[in-house]
């Protein structure tokens, strides 16, 4: 009999223990988690029911359940952004856009020339390029083009210059290219004198032209007048005293409006002008068209011939981008063999290889 018994309830504990197995107790609400991350005084009990169904393995750090829609917002803040996104609209600038700009503005590099149409001696254009050039350097501390090296410039580079341009643009706008300007300020002045009581006397009137490099517009001018200056020595003394005096009285201004009137400009991007040579396929040049519109702000195409195309692209990228920018789009195009010809400033010369 006691045999009988002790089976039953061994059969009745084992029933039950399989009964617990099988269908375990739902789970309370969760508490609201305290600071820390804590889930309240039931969290140990939890825990220690989950270890016994099997949903957690021992040793293992307890990890809070995800809020629903989670994975969806986890996705789009992690999600890379592509390389190839359009770039915003005009008048809204990304950060890295707005810093190129400031560092743009910031060194601006100036080439100051007369105007050689006005009847100017020599020596007193000299005077006015090397004053502006002056001030350039010692209170701006900018680069400057000296007034020597335009002149010996002028000489050495006729023959690229016509071969390069075919004269289509001024020779001083080349040569201010060439040199990496990104502002040609061009100086036109004239001097009146007199001498009285066996003094002489001179003044200076005339105006600074203030000329985009990359597309010969004309930004914007400043007039300046200088004091009578005033030498007991010589005429020629006089005459350049009041020349360097206007000009230094005129440079301040003159950077300041060079400075804003270039930044006005640039509402669409530095233009930078590409002139791809052999472009017989326009379906390619359309291709790369479309490439280089992921990278840059815009892409205007100026004229299209079998043997070359032009285009103007608008970016606030440096010139080493742009170029790899080429060499990508038309590697997209079919046209692994793109290479530099030359370039002057802001204007590209490319090969297509075809």
Do not use: H
């Not at 305290?34 to 220690?48: D, E, I, K, L, V």
């Not at 994975?71 to 803040?77: C, G, K, M, S, V």
């Not at 692209?313 to 981008?321: A, C, T, V």
Request: charge should be neutral.
């Amino acid at each position: 009999m006691r045999k009988v018994l002790r089976s039953a309830i061994f059969i009745v504990a084992i029933v039950l223990l399989a009964s617990c197995a099988s269908s375990p107790a739902p789970a309370p609400a969760a508490p609201a988690a305290g600071p820390a991350g804590a889930t309240g005084p039931n969290a140990a009990q939890s825990r220690a029911q989950a270890i016994v169904q099997g949903t957690a393995t021992p040793g293992a750090p307890a990890t809070a359940a995800a809020p629903a829609g989670a994975p969806a917002a986890q996705a789009a803040a992690t999600a890379p952004v592509s390389a190839d996104q359009p770039p915003p609209p005009p008048g809204q600038l990304t950060p890295e856009e707005q810093t190129y700009l400031q560092n743009y503005l910031g060194r601006l590099n100036y080439m100051v020339y007369y105007n050689e149409g006005a009847k100017v001696e020599p020596k007193l254009a000299k005077i006015a390029v090397s004053q502006a050039n002056r001030y350039l350097i010692e209170k701006l501390g900018l680069s400057v083009i000296d007034f020597d090296q335009i002149e010996k410039n002028k000489k050495d580079q006729q023959t690229a210059y016509q071969s390069e341009t075919g004269g289509s643009i001024d020779l001083i706008q080349y040569l201010a290219q060439k040199l990496n300007a990104d502002v040609y300020v061009e100086i036109d002045f004239s001097v009146s004198s007199e001498t009285r009581d066996a003094k002489f006397y001179a003044s200076a009137t005339g105006s600074m032209k203030i000329f985009d490099t990359s597309t010969a517009a004309l930004l914007g001018s400043v007039a300046f007048m200088s004091q009578p200056a005033f030498s007991p020595n010589s005429m020629d003394a006089a005459v350049a005293n009041a020349v360097a005096a206007s000009v230094w009285s005129a440079m301040p201004k003159m950077a300041d409006q060079s400075k804003e009137l270039i930044k006005n400009s640039l509402t669409r991007g530095v233009r930078y002008e590409v002139l791809l040579q052999k472009t017989p396929d326009a379906r390619q040049i359309s291709q790369i068209r479309r490439a280089l519109a992921k990278k840059v702000r815009e892409v205007e195409q100026v004229s299209y011939s079998p043997s070359e195309t032009k285009l103007y692209l608008y970016s606030f990228m440096s010139r080493d981008k742009v170029e790899d920018a080429m060499y990508d789009a038309a590697a997209t195009a079919g046209l692994p063999d793109l290479n530099l010809v030359y370039m002057r400033g802001k204007s590209f010369t490319f090969s297509t290889g075809l």
